[in-house]
């Protein structure tokens, strides 16, 4: 059974900080996928990783992807208020395209 | 650039009764999926489809049921309602596993509550 971790599920921050979001996950997979949720609106897609190694960056989020160690991260660098939300990360362990969760980050940043 | 969209987006119910949530995508994608988003769980996979006429089972499929009798519409039918289904619903799609760089795309959600 594919387990998805996510720490830490709660994270308050201040404007200008960098901050480190962990996405653990206990199968192997090569593709992982980053969303962002805003309180009561849909899931937006942040990143999607497909390789070990695999780095994207926009703005001041950088993901990135190490499928033997199985992990991934989602960095922040420099935050500021509007990058409040939730953050998912979601592994595919099918190629099939189905997606397991995280439990999610709630992530605050404080001015 | 409607995407993927889902009525209704609130519901009240009472135990036992039945409903039926619509999703509708016109991305002509062959996958579409119904997930349920419960507080401090993430989203858990109900059913998904990966093509027109197809159905299977996802993580936690009891107590629903599911058609794709068109490629642009995935139905998910609660039979007789529980208080254990509140819950918010998620509708997604995607295109084929090939083109895995694509990720699934959302609906806006309908939320859902049983009395």
């Known amino acids: 059974e594919l387990k998805v971790e996510q720490n830490p599920l709660f994270l308050s921050m201040q404007e200008g900080k960098n901050y480190t979001i962990y996405c653990n996950y206990s199968?192997?997979?090569?593709?992982l996928y980053w969303y962002r949720q805003d309180p009561g609106k849909s899931l937006e897609s942040l990143f999607v990783?497909?390789?070990?190694?695999a780095v994207k960056q926009e703005g001041r989020l950088m993901a990135s992807l190490d499928t033997k160690a199985r992990l991934s991260t989602l960095h922040i660098t420099a935050a500021v208020h509007d990058l409040s939300a939730t953050y998912f990360c979601?592994?595919?362990?099918?190629?099939?395209?189905?997606?397991?969760f995280g439990e999610g980050t709630q992530l605050t940043v404080n001015p | 650039n409607a995407g993927v969209t889902q009525t209704p987006k609130f519901r009240v119910l009472k135990t036992g009764q039945s409903m039926t949530l619509l999703c509708a995508q016109d991305?002509?994608?062959?996958?579409m999926y119904w997930y349920r988003q419960d507080p401090g769980m993430g989203l858990r996979l109900i059913h998904y489809?990966?093509?027109?006429?197809?159905?299977a089972k996802g993580e936690v499929p009891d107590g629903y049921n599911v058609s794709r009798l068109k490629k642009q519409n995935f139905l998910l039918g609660l039979e007789s309602a529980a208080p254990s289904q509140t819950s918010v619903y998620f509708c997604?799609?995607?295109?084929?596993?090939?083109?895995?760089?694509?990720?699934?795309?959302f609906g806006d959600g309908t939320r859902l509550s049983i009395l």
């Open positions: 990783l497909l390789s070990n190694g």
């Open positions: 489809s990966v093509g027109e006429g197809t159905t």
């Open positions: 991305m002509n994608h062959e996958y």
């Open positions: 199968t192997t997979s090569d593709r």
């Open positions: 997604a799609s995607s295109s084929l596993p090939q083109a895995s760089n694509q990720p699934q795309h």
């Open positions: 979601a592994v595919d362990m099918t190629s099939g395209s189905r997606l397991t």
